[in-house]
């Protein structure tokens, strides 16, 4: 089987099924982490990490960078990793493919990331938010299979595997797969720099045009029941009534742009989007 590393932007939809969502505390940096949630210490060594596992619902984290944090967790959620140092993380996809004919079968896009300066194409994803939402197979510490264990392949004749990495573990495996160690270095010779991100709360919604505003009342109105909803039954019902008033903005909607500037389009559908990507959030961090 030949093993190619092609820009293939594909999600992973891995959905839970419980209240409980589960959760990996990562700690990337050289120093211990000490971290509480809900007043219960759980320290994480450095360059580890350690599971937990916490209800639908309010919670409270502290560290001694980010204080006192408030935040919810969604029933049903992906889980993911909670990252307290706010580090990069990146997810990168590969293809593994039973020959070079199959390749057709799979789409290719991605405009890749940067690190410290540096420009990496490719299928590739860039994070650093306290909570970061599984879209992967592999773990942090858990290595792409080798081509020959890939078990599996359907009738594409290939599958696509999807890995988080720190950063500084993406730089090696990128230069890995180039066959040019310290190529980075060449390009960054201060070599790889942690930025230092804010904590950023689950964000407003951005105002829009007055012919769009019109219809946007029950989908506003949602959003912010959405950061108040500290139970798994009442966030179910949320994401039930949210289809309906969604389909509804939308049908009301959906003719008005063509008379509007481009600026209260981009307006729209950033509205669009950062509703719909925040209201999938396994958890996210209070106002």
Sequence with gaps: MKNLLLPMMAALALAGCSSK???????????????????????????????????????????DRLGEVRFIVYADGRGGLINPSLSEYVTAREIYVTGEDKLKNFGVSGLGIELGGVEFKGPFEKHHGLFIDKTWNFGVREPFPDEQVVAHVDSTGGRISTKIFTAPDFIAYVEAGMGEPGAYKREQPAGYVAPAYTLQPAPALPALDPAFEAHAGPVRDIYARWLKATTASEQKALRKEDFQAQMAFTHATMTLGAKLPVAANQAYNDFVTIRSTEMARSALVLP
């Design 21 to 63: 969502v589960d959760f990996e505390i990562d700690n990337p940096t050289d120093a211990p982490l000490a971290i509480s949630i809900d007043g219960k210490d759980l320290p994480v060594a450095a360059h580890a990490s350690r599971p937990i596992s916490l209800a639908a619902g309010e919670h409270q984290l502290h560290t």
